[in-house]
């Protein structure tokens, strides 16, 4: 086979594996409006003004967490978890404010609206947590028209990793506040906490959602996972029954990352370039799977190179990830990343401040 790369043999097929996302996303839907007057009240007029801003549909547990905060904070429900948690309503949910109509821009930019460093498109942030270490929680989705596959989690301040919270928001803020207990573990009891806790497991039940943190449909989403990248979320794309669709990179993680070293921290340019040469014959590789519909090969490395985070690396990501998500036909994706490797910062991350 050309390419350099091999083939991963699966042990079963994923055929139309993303269609088959997409219609679980509108049988979710349906199920959602059915359940809608126990669900939440968030007019429809706001629901389609967070879809047509973030261009992403959006979960019935994101407005049903929203009224869950109206209701312990009717006047600030974005604040509701400030206090015992830390955690801060962000993101989407200030469409659901109507903040972004008090915004002194004329056009922020959604792709970038609380979007850390390390975010990958696939990644949409809607809890802000410690400024310290940049922890926050968002959606992560395999495709932009369907629904998120787990609510994940990362700390921008220390690195790219990806932990995954469940498949809804009520199971991630649970999941993080026993966290919080155990590294509290010795302390008197907060029964702020132990009330916060109780009330979330109480909503939660009654809108029959899941709270562990590997849901059935997230195992599901394991099986189909080609290789977890170095987020380690794992991507997915659809495999067919003669396993075209990804084949692996010829080298190992661990190589990839000392690649990636070697060019980072180059002495000078000519030092430089001599190491970018595995890449190069790499992106080769990819050409090469393109043309065999071996899509996954060069989306996984241009979502390494992301996660690796050096700016040496933008200007192969950009042509890298735009490509695999066009011919993923995942477009959505690839306007957020190349919106985001042209402002790509470690801080500047609310687009509606000053409001």
Request: hydrophobic share 35%.
């Amino acid at each position: 086979m050309a390419g350099g790369g091999k083939r991963k043999q699966k042990s079963a097929p994923q055929v139309g594996q993303v269609n088959g996302q997409v219609k679980r996303a509108h049988v979710e839907e349906v199920e959602s409006k059915a359940g809608s007057e126990a669900g939440s009240s968030v007019p429809l007029r706001l629901r389609e003004e967070v879809e047509r801003l973030y261009k992403l549909r959006m979960p019935e547990d994101f407005y049903q967490f929203w009224d869950f905060c109206a209701r312990l904070s009717p006047d600030r429900p974005q604040d509701a978890l400030q206090d015992v948690l830390g955690l801060r309503l962000v993101g989407p949910f200030d469409i659901l404010s109507e903040k972004h109509k008090r915004c002194q821009s004329s056009q922020p930019n959604f792709h970038l609206h609380w979007r850390h460093f390390y975010d990958p498109p696939e990644v949409q942030t809607v809890l802000q947590g410690s400024a310290d270490t940049q922890h926050h929680m968002g959606y992560y989705r395999d495709c932009p028209d369907a629904v998120p596959v787990f609510v994940g989690e990362n700390e921008a301040r220390k690195g790219c990793t990806i932990n995954q919270l469940g498949d809804n928001l009520f199971s991630a803020v649970l999941l993080f506040l026993a966290r919080k207990k155990r590294e509290r573990s010795g302390r008197r009891d907060d029964a702020a906490v132990e009330q916060l806790e109780a009330e979330l497991k109480k909503e939660a039940e009654r809108l029959g959602l899941p709270l562990e943190q590997k849901t059935k449909a997230m195992k599901q989403r394991d099986r189909k996972v080609v290789t977890k990248t170095f987020h380690g979320a794992g991507i997915v794309v659809p495999v067919d029954k003669n396993d075209v669709g990804y084949r692996e990179l010829p080298e190992s993680d661990a190589d990839l990352k000392k690649i990636c070293r070697a060019i980072a921290e180059a002495e000078d340019d000519d030092s430089r370039m001599k190491a970018f040469a595995p890449i190069q014959e790499m992106m080769t590789f990819v050409q090469f799977a393109n043309d065999e519909c071996d899509y996954g090969m060069g989306y996984e490395l241009g979502v390494d190179l992301f996660c690796y985070g050096s700016h040496y690396f933008h200007k192969v990501i950009g042509q890298l990830l735009p490509m695999a998500y066009s011919l993923l036909k995942r477009g959505v994706f690839g306007e957020i990343l190349q919106a985001h490797l042209a402002s790509r910062s470690r801080d500047n991350l609310d687009q509606l401040s000053g409001v």
